[in-house]
């Protein structure tokens, strides 16, 4: 992994320690630390914190780990853990804690800033409802709802992104438009 300056400045290349793939990359809002999904060979995927610095890579999540999104002080990793069930993983020391109201098929969009919930949303559900999740309560509401204007053809929407501060939002609709011709044969 490579760290290319935006301006003047060095490329940096982070140290892999065992890691042999890399699946996903975030950076912590600090800029000092990257959280990368990754696996070691004969391993399954898990993340780890990646100080930018320099050293290795260390593991926060067990192997078997996806979906991980870093809470907004960067002390948490919510992520789909190997019991197919969302916990909260510290970053430093301690004991995962379980989350209520999270299943398999949510796909996360985004922490509050304030860290107590997230937005999440269902792939195949057209239109798109995203719905926050207090994390202490698992109790779901209704954030917002999204589809584009013209449906022709919407097979799903998947991939939304919501800025940090929660007043914007982007996603990516997957369509499938096809003609069909009618003819006829002459005698």
């Known amino acids: 992994m490579v760290v290319y300056p935006a301006g003047a400045g060095e490329t940096r290349q ?69 019991d197919a069930g969302y916990s909260l993983y510290p970053v430093a020391e301690g004991e995962p804690q379980a989350v209520n109201g999270l299943t398999q098929s949510d796909a996360i969009a985004q922490w509050s800033p304030d860290g107590k919930s997230v937005l999440v949303y269902r792939r195949a559900q057209i239109p798109c409802r995203i719905e926050r999740v207090d994390l202490a309560t698992g109790r779901r509401t209704l954030f917002q709802e999204i589809a584009p204007a013209d449906r022709t053809g919407l097979l799903s929407i998947r991939e939304v992104f919501v800025s940090d501060d929660l007043r914007s939002w982007a996603y990516t609709a997957y369509y499938q438009v096809s003609s069909l011709f009618a003819s006829e044969s002459k005698p």
């Open 14 to 82: 982070l140290q892999r320690g065992g890691i042999e793939n890399y699946v996903t990359a975030q950076w912590f809002r600090d800029g000092t630390r990257v959280l990368i999904g990754g696996n070691q060979p004969g391993k399954s995927t898990r993340f780890y914190v990646q100080p930018i610095a320099g050293g290795d890579p260390r593991p926060v999540t067990p192997e078997g780990t996806s979906a991980g999104w870093i809470s907004p002080d960067g002390s948490l990793v919510l992520a789909l853990g190997p």
